[in-house]
Structures are given as C-alpha cells and as structure tokens.
C-alpha cells in the first residue's frame, strides 16, 4: 500500500460527459501528480500540483482541469469526455525534491 | 528535450533464467534522478530503485540489480533467477529537476513462464 488514495477505482461514463477523479496523497505529502495511461500515448504526465498551487502543465487538454485543496486533497475534472480519453489515470505524490513519487492504485476511466 | 527509451516491447523468459532490462535516457540536466517501476497485472505502479546522477555505484536488491553507465546514458535493470511473480510491466523513468515531473520509457512487458 503506497499510502495515496484514489477514487472511483473504474468509472464507465458516456461521450459528452464529465467526471471528476479524487486523490488522497500520503500524509505530509505537499505534491501531488497526476499521469494518464494509454494504450497509445502510454504514460504521461498531465499536471503538478505543490501546497494548493499549480507548479506543472504537461500535455493536459483544455478539457481537463485539476485543483488541489487546503486539506491537500486533489481533483482531475474531465469535461467533454472522447472516446480517446479512456485511460488509467494515476495520481502520485511526492515527499520532497529528488525523492520517488508513491502512485495510488489509479482510476480506469472508461468512456462509451 | 528529455526522453526515455525502452527498446525492448516484450521479453519471454522460463523461470530461473537471468534477464536484463534496457533504458536509456537523454537529459541536457547535469542533475537528474532515474527510476524503475513495476506495474504487475493488477494495475497499480510500484516503485523499485531511485538513483542520483552522481551516484554510478551499481546497486543490488535480493534479485534485483541496476547498472547505471552515464557514458553510455543507460540505467538497465537485471532480474536473476526470474520467478512467474516477476511478470509485469517495467518502466524506466527520468525525473525533471524543476518539478520532479516523471518522464517514463514506454515500458517493458516481461513474461516469466513456468
């Protein structure tokens, strides 16, 4: 157990819709990750957040979005939900510089 | 631009042979970490080793080894006596120094049989 929480564990959704994925870092963790999973694109990094501020943009959509909480909880909202963005989305948090970053068990999305 | 290549898709062993896991990686950073994960079929990714770019020692756990060569820019990855459990998908990545971001290989699925 990596001590970072992530709900729903699947979430099956429609095209035009949106969905809002949570994550839980471990305890004292100020950094949170979010990555995305995908048979094509495999494993990349979408957005960093430190302490409530955004710190990182990598490829995101405008389409998706994320905050991160005063209790260090984090979303990833996804709107206009594709096809394509079927994928496992994982979150990661990150004790301090240099250190490993510890993923959740992530959310497989599944968009119909 | 920073990246991570794993040029091996796929690698079939029968158990108890030794395999080696290629990475190699390009950073213009002089100060970079270099990592491996193991997402086994259940999903969830698992870290296995971080190493510093100024530390080229090779390092050993149970099974496992990493070879780490900044002439060669290669941080490969040995598993001996290869056990069924072994069977995941292994990735290789490169952390950015602003952010710690992850940049990942595209991994490598390894099947061990019986």
């Known amino acids: 157990d990596s001590g970072v929480t992530q709900t729903p564990k699947h979430l099956i959704t429609a095209t035009g819709q949106r969905v809002t994925l949570r994550c839980s870092p471990r305890?004292?963790?100020?950094?949170v990750y979010w990555y995305q999973q995908s048979l094509d694109q495999g494993l990349q990094f979408l957005i960093q957040?430190?302490?409530?501020?955004?710190?990182a943009k990598g490829n995101i959509l405008e389409r998706f979005s994320a905050q991160q909480f005063p209790d260090l909880h984090s979303e990833l909202n996804l709107s206009s939900l594709e096809l394509g963005d079927s994928a496992l989305y994982f979150c990661?948090?990150?004790?301090?510089?240099?250190?490993?970053?510890?993923f959740g068990p992530g959310t497989r999305l599944t968009v119909l | 631009a920073q990246k991570v290549t794993q040029a091996q898709t796929e690698i079939s062993v029968v158990e108890k042979e030794d395999v080696t896991l290629d990475c190699v990686y390009e950073?213009?950073?002089?100060?970079?970490?270099l990592f491996w994960y193991k997402q086994p079929p259940s999903g969830e990714l698992v870290f296995l080793i971080r190493?510093?770019?100024?530390?080229?020692q090779n390092e050993i756990s149970g099974r496992y080894s990493w070879n780490f060569q900044k002439s060669t820019s290669s941080f490969n990855f040995t598993i001996t006596a290869s056990q069924v459990v072994d069977s995941a998908v292994y990735f290789c990545?490169?952390?950015?120094?602003?952010?710690?971001?992850?940049?990942f290989g595209t991994g490598t699925r390894l099947q061990v049989f019986p």
């Open positions: 990661a948090s990150l004790a301090g510089e240099g250190d490993e970053q510890f």
């Open positions: 305890s004292g963790d100020l950094s």
């Open positions: 957040y430190y302490n409530g501020e955004e710190r």
């Open positions: 950073t213009r950073d002089t100060t970079y970490y």
């Open positions: 190493r510093n770019s100024f530390d080229e």
């Open positions: 990545a490169l952390s950015e120094v602003d952010t710690d971001k992850l940049i």
